[in-house]
């Protein structure tokens, strides 16, 4: 409840829209529900590979003895990807690297 973000829970199958009592759930939450069209799967492909990253390089091989110190370690990796984690992508420039210098050049 104290999210001042609109909270989205995309679905590229459909099947949440089926079960009547997790919509309700959703709605009772003010959860925004989201689905793909058809064929359309791309956008969930970051989602899908961040989500890959994180748990080969923070959770497969360690034990968290809370949901809080779980969630913390998510916290902090979270904001390690977007601030120092380098990427192929980026040129092997962190995000804010990559935007410091592209803000230079431009």
């Known amino acids: ?3 001042p973000y609109r909270r ?3 679905s590229d199958q459909g099947w949440a829209y089926q079960m009547n009592t997790y919509v309700q759930t959703l709605k009772d939450n003010r959860i925004f529900q989201s689905m793909s069209r058809k064929g359309t799967c791309l956008d969930n492909s970051p989602m899908e590979n961040f989500f890959s990253i994180l748990k ?5 091989g360690k034990n968290y003895r809370s949901q ?6 998510i916290e902090n990796y979270i904001y390690y990807y977007n601030n120092y984690r380098i990427k ?3 040129n092997w420039k962190s995000p804010v690297e ?3 210098f592209n803000q230079k050049t431009a």
Not at 56 to 60: A, G, H, I, K
Not at 68 to 73: D, G, I, P, Q, T
């Open 56 to 60: 080969q390089e923070l959770y497969y």
């Open 98 to 100: 990559f935007r410091q």
């Open 88 to 90: 192929e992508k980026l």
């Open 68 to 73: 809080n110190e779980l969630r913390r370690a």
């Open 8 to 10: 989205t829970f995309h």
């Open 1 to 3: 409840n104290d999210c």
